[in-house]
Structure formats: structure tokens, C-alpha cells
């Protein structure tokens, strides 16, 4: 069964430095989003990418952060110069644009910065 | 108000127990509603979707909306301590079509054997 992936499983960086994290989405999918969760906390929404553009984001996503697609399989989340509050699992999902606005989650990447 | 609540819980049950998780949604524009399942410091995992009001059955699952209150339940039948997991309700609704997913708390549940 087809299936969002990510990488790292784990990151742990210092304050200050630039992380990017790693997504799969699914092969036919179209919309690509990426969501993060504080433990203990609601998972939240940052941003959606369709058509190679950003259709949507949150508060969240401010000037430090950007995606891209830099081939037809991956998609990154760029963290240009990471804050304590930052840490957080991060979790890219993907869903194939038909009827039913189903999103699938792939692991998801549990970033830590020091 | 938020726009999507759960009651975190957690939930304990025994082994066989009819579960029933539930939320409420503030936003009447809110269309298609989501049940995800979540163990600990993994993704989220689709359970089930609806769209319109009723009753929706997968297994052992049945998801319930009812728009007139605007509350969503999960029924889990014979629950499972395999079931143990937080439950996220999520509704899609953003700008144009972007479909993000606004989600509850999340409700921690405990099945025990």
C-alpha cells in the first residue's frame, strides 16, 4: 500500500541552525501540506503546496520557513534558522486532489533544538 | 471559540467495551469530518471519513454527524486493547481548495485487557 515517508525520524540541532526536512507524499498525489504537533498538543496545520506554489499558510509559517519541490517525488520543509519553540514532531501529508479531501500522514520527523 | 474540540481524556475501558469518542465543531460551513487514529509518536492514520449527516460503518467503526448540533462521534464496538490510541476529529477547511485539516485535542484511549 502506498505510503508518505519522511526523514530523519529524529533530528537534534543547536539554536541558530538550519534544518530541512525530508518528504515522500504519495506518487499520484497533488496537495502536499505540511503540519507540526508540540507534545501534548493539537496537531496544527502550516502550510499547503499545490501546483508548486503555496496555497495556503498558517501564522506559523513565517519568513523562516519554506518549502519546496525540488523533484517530481520529494518535498521539503526548511527551517532557516531554528528557535527552541520550533521543536516539535513534524508530520508531511499528501492527499490525490479527488472529491474526498482525505489527507494521508506519513511518521512523521521529531525535531529537537538545543 | 475553538473550532474543533475534543475532550482529551484519557479514556480507560475494558477489553469488549462499546467506546464512544466525540467532538464538537463550531463552524456550520464545516462539510466532511475525519477520524484519525494516533499511537504514541507516530503519524496520524486515516480511520474513517463522512460527509453528510448519519451514520457511516467500517468494522467494528461507525462515525456519526449530526450537523443539526454539530457533534461527530466514533463508535468503536469490542474495542481491542490494540485500539489503545488518541482519536483526532478533523474537518478540512481552508482557503479555495487547499483542504487543510483543522484538528481537535485528541482523545486518549486505554483499552484494558
Known amino acids: 500500500e502506498p505510503e508518505v515517508t519522511q526523514t530523519p525520524s529524529h533530528q537534534v540541532t543547536q539554536m541558530g541552525q538550519e534544518v530541512i526536512l525530508r518528504c515522500v507524499p504519495i506518487s499520484n498525489h497533488l496537495y502536499f501540506y505540511w503540519y507540526r504537533q508540540i507534545l501534548g498538543q493539537k496537531v496544527e496545520f502550516l502550510v499547503s503546496f499545490y501546483n508548486n506554489e503555496i496555497s495556503e499558510k498558517s501564522e506559523i509559517f513565517d519568513d523562516q520557513f519554506s518549502v519546496e519541490r525540488p523533484d517530481g517525488s520529494n518535498f521539503t520543509l526548511k527551517i532557516r534558522s531554528t528557535k527552541l519553540e520550533d521543536s516539535a514532531m513534524y508530520f508531511c501529508a499528501s492527499r490525490d486532489g479527488g472529491g474526498v479531501e482525505t489527507q494521508y500522514f506519513g511518521p512523521g520527523t521529531r525535531l529537537l533544538v538545543l | 471559540q475553538k473550532e474543533v474540540e475534543q475532550d482529551p481524556g484519557p479514556l480507560s475501558v475494558p477489553e469488549g467495551a462499546i467506546v464512544s469518542l466525540n467532538c464538537t465543531y463550531s463552524n456550520s460551513a464545516f462539510q466532511y469530518f475525519m477520524w484519525y487514529r494516533q499511537y504514541s509518536r507516530k503519524g496520524p492514520e486515516l480511520l474513517m471519513y463522512?460527509?453528510?449527516?448519519g451514520n457511516k460503518e467500517d468494522g467494528r467503526f461507525t462515525a456519526q454527524v449530526d450537523k443539526s448540533s454539530k457533534y461527530i462521534s466514533l463508535f468503536i464496538r469490542d474495542s481491542q486493547p490494540s485500539d489503545s490510541a488518541t482519536y483526532l476529529c478533523?474537518?478540512?477547511?481552508?482557503?479555495?481548495?487547499?483542504?487543510?485539516?483543522?484538528f481537535g485535542q485528541g482523545t486518549t484511549l486505554q483499552v484494558k485487557p
Open positions: 463522512t460527509y453528510s449527516s
Open positions: 478533523a474537518t478540512p477547511h481552508g482557503s479555495g481548495n487547499t483542504g487543510k485539516l483543522i
